[in-house]
T-cell receptor, first 107, second 114 residues
Framework: KNEVEQSPQNLTAQEGEFITINCSYS?????LHWLQQHPGGGIVSLFM???GKKKHGRLIATINIQEKHSSLHITASHPRDSAVYIC?????????FGSGTQLTVLP | DAGVIQSPRHEVTEMGQEVTLRCKPI?????LFWYRQTMMRGLELLIY????????DSGMPEDRFSAKMPNASFSTLKIQPSEPRDSAVYFC????????????FGQGTRLTVV
C-alpha cells in the first residue's frame, strides 16, 4: 500500500510570497495528482504529472520519480490561493491521497 | 463541457431515511469513482466503475451502501438506512482511458444525517 506524506500540514504566507508544498510517496507510481479544495467547495484537479515539470499560470508542479517526491510551487501568492492542497499518488483508478496542506495567504 | 455534475449539493436527512446521491460524469469518460471525505479519514474510495461495470467495491463500508451505473452518463450512490456516522462529503469523479489518466472531480454532496 502506498503511503503519501505531505508537508507542511499548515502554511501561512503573506501575499506575494513564493510557496512550496511537498509530497513524498513510498511506492513507485505512474503519475501523481495535485488537487485544490476551497472551504466548502469541490475538488479541482490542478495537475497530473508523471515526469519533469508542469506549469499553469502561477502554479508549478515538479516530480522526481527516482526520489519518489513531488513539489507544488505557487509564485506571487494571493489570498485567493487560500485552500487545501492535496497530493494524490497514482492514476485515477489507484489514487492514494495525502492528508492535505492547509494554505492561508494573508493580504 | 460542464464537468462532473453532482446532485444535490447539500442533503440533510433523518436517521433511518434513504438517501440517494447522483452523478453525471464528463461525456466520453469511461471510468467513474465515488469517494467519501471525512475529517477523520480524509478521502476514501468507495467504488469504481469502468464502462458502467463495478470493478472495485471493496471500499463500500457496509451493505447499507449501494451504487449503480445504469448507463455511461449517470450513477447513483444510495444509503439505506442512513446513520449519523454517514455524515460526510461524497465526491464523484470521472476519468478517461479506463482510469489510467487524470481524475476530474465533482463539487461534492455534503450529507448530514441527524
Amino acid at each position: 500500500k502506498n503511503e503519501v506524506e505531505q508537508s507542511p500540514q499548515n502554511l501561512t504566507a503573506q501575499e506575494g510570497e513564493f510557496i512550496t508544498i511537498n509530497c513524498s510517496y513510498s511506492v513507485g507510481i505512474s503519475a501523481l495528482h495535485w488537487l485544490q479544495q476551497h472551504p466548502g467547495g469541490g475538488i479541482v484537479s490542478l495537475f497530473m504529472l508523471s515526469s519533469g515539470k508542469k506549469k499553469h499560470g502561477r502554479l508549478i508542479a515538479t516530480i522526481n520519480i527516482q526520489e519518489k517526491h513531488s513539489s507544488l510551487h505557487i509564485t506571487a501568492s494571493h489570498p485567493r490561493d487560500s485552500a487545501v492542497y492535496i497530493c494524490a499518488a497514482g492514476s485515477a483508478r489507484q489514487l492514494t491521497f495525502g492528508s492535505g496542506t492547509q494554505l492561508t495567504v494573508l493580504p | 463541457d460542464a464537468g462532473v455534475i453532482q446532485s444535490p449539493r447539500h442533503e440533510v436527512t433523518e436517521m433511518g431515511q434513504e438517501v440517494t446521491l447522483r452523478c453525471k460524469p464528463i461525456s466520453g469518460h469511461n471510468s467513474l469513482f465515488w469517494y467519501r471525505q471525512t475529517m477523520m479519514r480524509g478521502l476514501e474510495l468507495l467504488i469504481y466503475f469502468n464502462n458502467n461495470v463495478p470493478i472495485d467495491d471493496s471500499g463500500m463500508p457496509e451493505d447499507r451502501f449501494s451504487a449503480k451505473m445504469p448507463n455511461a452518463s449517470f450513477s447513483t450512490l444510495k444509503i439505506q438506512p442512513s446513520e449519523p456516522r454517514d455524515s460526510a462529503v461524497y465526491f464523484c469523479a470521472s476519468s478517461p482511458s479506463g482510469g489510467t489518466g487524470e481524475a476530474f472531480f465533482g463539487q461534492g454532496t455534503r450529507l448530514t444525517v441527524v
